[in-house]
């Protein structure tokens, strides 16, 4: 765990699947990391961030709060977000329910969120492109899982940044092409 170095007012919990209104070991370890910290922080508020798919029968979101009343955590101390299906969603939302809470505007709030390890980077470039100023901390995920996980996240980085990715993929079929040309 990294230290930081202040009070911290806000944990968001980044969301992932869920298959009933139990949450999956992905999702407990995000729960977990967020509450080791709100054992140093227990004036903090949870932003449990996380909607609704076709194929799930709660919101991320519920599940979440469900497993945090089963930890003692209380409602009032448990911030709702159940519209987002994205990780730039969760952070974009996030944000502004904590805008609407955070009751003192001279001093901005101090926020982390946590995630899977591996998903801390792109967490950190949502946040940052939604203004929102979040550390990130990562909970550890199963070995097993982690050669896919990985995988998907460097193809979201790829398609976070577009042009990049394209100018890049231009290039590589440009040579591609220029080499089998006969000469």
């Known amino acids: 765990m990294i230290p930081l170095q202040k009070k911290i007012d806000y944990i968001i919990i980044l969301g ?53 009343h089963s930890q003692n955590i209380p409602n009032h101390q448990i911030l709702f977000e159940d519209k987002s299906t994205t990780t730039y969603e969760n952070m974009l939302f996030s944000k502004r329910i904590i805008n609407e809470d955070w009751s003192d505007k001279e001093m901005p709030p101090s926020i982390i969120f946590s995630t899977n390890n591996y998903h801390v980077l792109r967490g ?42 394209f100018s890049v993929l231009g290039g590589v079929l440009l040579f591609i092409i220029i080499s089998l040309l006969p000469i």
């Open 16 to 68: 992932s699947g869920v298959r009933s209104e139990e949450v999956p070991p992905l999702l407990k370890s995000r729960l977990d990391k967020g509450i080791e910290y709100y054992q140093k922080n227990p004036t903090a508020k949870f932003v449990v961030s996380g909607g609704q798919r076709a194929d799930e029968p709660v919101s991320e979101a519920f599940a979440m709060r469900k497993y945090l």
């Open 124 to 165: 950190s470039l949502y946040a940052q492109r939604v203004k929102l100023k979040a550390q990130g901390v990562g909970a550890p995920t199963a070995l097993y899982f982690l050669p896919t996980a990985l995988i998907r996240e460097y193809i979201a980085l790829l398609l976070h940044r577009k042009i990049i990715f």
